[in-house]
């Protein structure tokens, strides 16, 4: 027990740095330029101009190619870790706000949000050393390897589910307006709160319906054994525009990444951290 307690102050005390606060507001400034750049690729889906991946990893080769992009993808990395680290310590040891089972279920979306950071990190990072980072093909080769087994093909399946679940709980997230008890809207004055609720809320919505889309064709990719279906958000943005109404939803959903960008910029300065 002394050591579990000790492990927790140490982590709460790293909790409460200056510079890590810092690096994860500045993080949120980056990951609202990645979204800012997805939303711009998808809405170059819609009209069927797009030459690279409609995802996060798209936006990031996007933006290294831009004068000064390398020194941004590199700060972007760095950002994404300082706000991989403060998710880590949330996971561990944050939350006590909540109670019980409220306190639980918060602190294990903090354990995936860790997740997320850490695969934007590690992706900028291979974006700035030149590497490989196309995600859509590597997702698809990975899931024909598990594919392989029939064992696999249940692991893809589960997969696209979970996946698929987070896009309905996003969607749900951001319609009930649940991110605004994570910004310090007290600090705000009303025309600003109402601009956080709307770009949240449609930002949530519109992330929430691509990756359910995403989920949907990643189980369809197990059922049919089609790997090819399993290219992630790319594939689901492209699957969407093929649809009936699908531009016009398409174009619905890049405007409201982008929002979400211009929400994160918001959080850079008002979310709790």
């Known amino acids: 027990m002394p050591l579990t307690r000790n492990a927790e102050a140490t982590a709460a005390r790293t909790a409460d740095s200056r510079w890590l606060e810092l690096l994860a507001r500045a993080g949120f400034i980056g990951y609202g330029i990645v979204h800012l750049l997805f939303g711009w690729l998808a809405l170059q889906i819609a009209f069927g101009n797009s030459s690279d991946d409609g995802d996060q990893s798209g936006a990031l080769r996007t933006l290294a190619a831009q004068p000064m992009g390398q020194f941004l993808v590199i700060a972007i990395a760095v950002g994404m870790l300082a706000m991989a680290i ?31 950071y ?21 997702q698809e080769d990975l899931t024909a390897r598990m594919m392989e087994s029939t064992g696999g093909r249940w692991l893809v399946g589960l997969a696209g589910l979970v996946l ?14 649940k991110f605004m008890k994570r910004l310090k809207t007290g600090e705000m004055n009303a025309k600003t709160r109402q601009l956080a609720r709307r770009l949240g809320m449609a930002g949530y919505a519109s992330r929430g319906v691509a990756f359910a889309v995403t989920g949907l064709l990643v189980i369809l990719a197990a059922v049919n054994y089609d790997p090819e279906k399993a290219r992630g958000l790319d594939a689901a943005l492209r699957t ?5 109404f699908g531009t016009i939803l398409l174009i619905l959903i890049a405007l409201g990444i982008a929002a979400f960008g211009v929400y994160c910029f918001l959080q850079s300065r008002y979310r709790k951290v």
């Open 86 to 116: 403060w998710q880590a310590l949330e996971a561990a040891v944050g939350h006590h706000t909540e109670r019980g089972n409220d306190r639980l279920k918060e602190r294990i979306i903090s354990a995936a949000r860790t997740v997320i």
């Open 240 to 244: 969407l525009r093929d649809q009936s």
């Open 118 to 138: 850490l695969w934007l990190a590690w992706t900028a990072w291979r974006v700035f050393s030149n590497a490989n980072s196309d995600s859509a093909s590597q």
């Open 164 to 177: 698929a679940g987070i896009g309905v709980g996003m969607t749900i997230y951001g319609l009930k307006k």
